[in-house]
């Protein structure tokens, strides 16, 4: 039996007088350790695997879910704000108008409430076995990701039917996706952190993610927001994804006035994430 | 010592908890009205202080006196490169708390550690097991957990899937796993580990006798190849077969540290450890299966007191005392004698005339096996409750080591020693019956 890859023991030998982990007790502001992480992809990519694969197991309709869910929400909204309530959408077919913006309001909202809840959830892990605490919200939040590019179809269907060819719009379109993770991730770090302490969080969150639709541009136009409110409206990072999808999937002009405030926001939300996890990461366990 | 020997260097480590979270009780309505409209900000202060520590809880800690309780204080110790460390103490002494500081699972009030080398940590098997992932997915998915490279797992694969022996149900989802099954799945993956530094946790205590004794088998084999271990266990006869040192923790202090034999012979003495006798209080918690579970086991002198020295001239008397929850079966209780080497001494079964042969009713047994005086050589022994039926033949528990006992010479001259003073070897020490024959040479003896 082999027990030690080679160019682990070469490691080995050059460190030999330098400890390879120092514990000690830890505190203040630090950002995560990223060569750590890199050394743990295997276990992220099991790990996102693992959710994937468990997400549609035993049901009889699988992955089929990711396009249902999404269909029946734009027929009500259709219905209920397009037809009803007659909301006005600047000339663009309600159906097309509310596809473009429910399908990554759906991938924010689950990445979010699943990235907010994993440190809850894997709390058996969590008090046996080490590996870097930052996998656990960031997994939901790559996993969804498939989810998502099944539900792009619907898109690309509705976008089929109203003859809506691609313009060269599209090519923001993996900006788009960062974008969304990167909120999606920087929510759920602080979140998953606050939430293993205070299980406040579970009760919250389900309401606020339902309201938090309502701020973003889903089901009406950003144009019926009052002039002088818009900016401090689109520091909503929110409004920014939705309104830049609509104009990359539509071949609208972009509204940077919408989009740019929230990647501020992102970045912010984005670093106070990650320090206050790495702050909080080591007393997860004692908290339980 | 030099540092390039070093594995693990453990200074001053210290962790202190607070306890001090009891609920309120309310005795009117009003009273818990108003403690309900003011609760919000106790309990944010409460779970808050949860991990707040100021100076003065420390020093106030020190008296005893307040909800903080020291779960370790001031360790330090030294483990060398290709070490066996074995950490005993009774429960709540620190144990646990100690292997999840150098597991990195919690960090240590103060004091601090350094690790040369990739450490894994076994504090249970199967963590992160999905029941609805297959056999070959958890393979894959423990592995990495517990600190492998996809590449290792793969390469280690087909040993793994051979160890665990349960090739067959490969491609069929863990929840539809006996618990057997999923226990000796995840104790393969976790035996696959090679790190440089290994920090166990009581996981031999699983599955059934045959995995068992596999499971101690690849732990031997591991401290064999070199590689540095820490073990924690209840078990004193695997502590002193595998570890040729150990600590001995108590109220997350050192107490002694040292050679195996000798701190595992000062902790049974210390009274802490009630190693002649062992009651499973709750039927939950106790070994057994379907149709027998296991309620105590002790061991007693010819007048029923429970002991843990013996004289080696005195029978010794191994008890059980079982529960027989189905109707109908064939019952086989029966003991393993071990010695503190390891060697398997002898197997003992029921044998008594009354239930031979006999289909047993529900009920409660206490059955004693005794060993004679003038058997067993000196040192501690240590005996396997097990029991199993008969047609068909079903384990039903093995509790390996479940107590042990010391056989001491009051060197009296009444046994096999004679009037030999020194060491006596041997597995057993058998008082012999000796006929000796004499004839007179006719010769005068040589000059």
Known sequence: MTFLIPNMMQEVAEKKNEPSIVIKPKSGWSLPDFKELKEYRDLFYFLVWRDIKVLYAQTILGMAWAVLLPTIQIIIFTIVFGKVARIPTEGIPYVLFATVAIIPWTYMSQAMSQSSMS?????????????????????????????????????????????????????????????????????????????????????????????????????????????????????????????????????????????????????????????????????????? | MNNQDLAIEARNLSKIYRIGLEEEQHDSLLTSLTAFVKSPLKNYRKYRSLYKFEKKDMEAGQDGNSDIIWALRDISFDVRRGEVLGIIGSNGAGKSTLLKILSRITPPTSGSAKIYGR???????????????????????????????????????????????????????????????????????????????????????????????????????????????????????????????????????????????????????????????????????????????????????????????????????????FRVKKDGFLLNPHFHLFNQSGDHIFVTMDLDPRWRGKRRPCGTYTSTAWIPGHLLNEGRLFVTAAMGTLEPRLNQYYVRDAVSFEVIDNLQGDGARGDWTGKIDGIIRPLLKWETEFSKENQPCDL
């Open chain 1, 119 to 288: 440190l809850v959830q894997n709390q058996s892990i969590l008090g046996k076995i080490y590996f870097p605490r930052l996998i656990f919200p960031i997994t939901p939040v790559l996993s969804k990701l498939v989810d998502f590019s099944i539900s792009v179809v619907l898109v690309l269907a509705v976008m089929i039917y109203y003859r809506v060819a691609p313009s060269i719009n599209i090519l923001f379109f993996p900006v788009l996706v960062i974008y969304m993770m990167a909120i999606a991730a920087g929510t759920g770090m602080s979140l998953s952190a606050l939430a293993i302490r205070f299980r406040d969080v579970k009760h919250a969150l389900p309401f606020v993610i339902r309201m938090l639709m309502y701020t973003a541009p889903i089901v009406y136009s950003a144009a019926s927001i009052p002039e002088k409110y818009r900016l401090l409206y689109s520091f909503n990072p929110l409004v920014g994804v939705i309104e830049g999808y609509r104009s990359c999937l539509l071949g609208l002009p972009f509204k940077w006035e919408f989009i740019l405030p929230g990647m501020v926001t992102t970045i912010v939300l984005l670093f106070v994430g990650m320090m206050y996890f790495q702050k909080m990461e080591r007393t997860f366990v004692d908290v339980i």
């Open chain 2, 119 to 321: 450490v894994s940590s076994l504090l249970e098997v199967g963590t992160g097991f999905h029941p609805e992932l297959t056999g070959r997915e958890n393979i894959f998915l423990n592995g990495t957990i517990l600190g492998m490279k996809h590449n290792e797992v793969k390469r280690k694969f087909g040993q793994i899937v051979e160890f665990s022996g349960i090739g067959k149900f490969l491609d069929t989802p863990v929840k539809r796993y006996s618990s057997g099954m999923r226990v000796r799945l995840a104790f393969s993956v976790a035996a696959h580990l090679e790190p440089e530094i290994l920090i166990v946790d009581e996981v031999l205590a699983v599955g059934d006798a045959e995995f068992q004794k596999k499971c101690l088998g690849k732990m031997e084999s591991v401290t064999r190849e070199g590689r540095t271990v820490l073990f924690v266990s209840h078990n004193m006869g695997a502590i002193t077969r595998l570890c040729p040192n150990a600590i001995h923790l108590e109220k997350g202090m050192v107490v002694h540290s040292g050679d195996s034999i000798s701190v595992v012979r000062q902790y049974l003495s210390s009274g802490k450890a009630t190693s002649a006798e062992r009651v499973w209080e709750d039927d939950e918690d106790a070994p057994g299966g379907e149709v027998a579970s296991l309620q105590a086991v002790r061991i007693k002198d010819s007048s029923g007191m429970t002991v843990d020295n013996i004289d080696i001239g005195s029978p010794i008397g191994l008890e059980m005392r």
